[in-house]
């Protein structure tokens, strides 16, 4: 018996295309997007953490409006007892999606450093393809406020991100040390 059914009806939003945004967010206005210098899907292999966090690409980063939301694969590897994702995942994935949203709105001229990150949860994250959509609240020079949500498959809100965001200079780490871009 399998603890763990999967649902016969695949959300269509499973099958969209890299430009294509799931239904549930369709009704966000968004103005054109940029895109990133960097390419976070393609260098997971690079460092890991986009692999180890189970991201599978970035849906938008849209400068005008401060968004950004990636699609995310969550895996029997990351659950605790019961099949529920663990929380630092959850938290991880809403983190990321605020971090695309900062670094949008500076061109992809700063990096975002956390400086406290409060997540809510509300429902049980389970085994399946995840949104964490994140947004700039607040921008000052050098901190910003940022909130961000990760939801279902059905578009259900499973829980809720605050960030206080410290903006840093960009490091080149093509050098292989902490030099600052130039």
């Given at each position: 018996m399998n603890r763990f059914p999967v649902s016969p009806e695949r959300p269509k939003?499973?099958?969209?295309?890299?430009?294509?945004?799931p239904n549930f967010?369709?009704?966000?206005?968004m103005s054109e997007t940029i895109a990133p210098e960097k390419h976070f899907d393609r260098?997971?292999?690079k460092d890991g953490l986009g692999e180890s966090l189970g991201i599978?690409?970035?849906?938008?980063?849209?400068?005008?409006?401060?968004?950004?939301?990636?699609?995310?694969?969550?895996?029997?590897?990351?659950c605790h007892s019961g099949g529920?994702?663990?929380?630092?995942?959850?938290?991880?994935?809403?983190?990321?999606?605020?971090a695309?949203?900062?670094?949008?709105?500076?061109?992809?001229?700063?990096t975002p450093?956390?400086?406290?990150?409060?997540?809510?949860?509300?429902?049980?994250?389970?085994?399946?393809?995840l949104v964490a959509e994140g947004w700039i609240e607040r921008r000052g020079r050098s901190t910003m406020f940022a909130e961000g949500n990760l939801k279902n498959a059905a578009g259900d809100i499973?829980?809720?991100?605050?960030?206080?965001?410290?903006?840093?200079?960009?490091i080149d780490m093509s050098k292989g040390d902490m030099s600052k871009k130039k």
């Open positions: 939003w499973l099958d969209c295309s890299p430009t294509d945004i967010m369709k009704d966000d206005p260098e997971a292999g599978v690409r970035t849906l938008y980063m849209d400068k005008e409006t401060g968004r950004a939301a990636i699609e995310v694969e969550a895996e029997m590897r990351m529920v994702v663990q929380g630092g995942f959850v938290t991880g994935w809403i983190d990321a999606a605020m695309r949203a900062a670094m949008c709105i500076t061109d992809f001229q700063q450093m956390s400086l406290e990150i409060k997540v809510s949860f509300f429902a049980p994250a389970t085994p399946g393809r499973v829980a809720k991100g605050t960030s206080t965001i410290r903006m840093m200079p960009l």
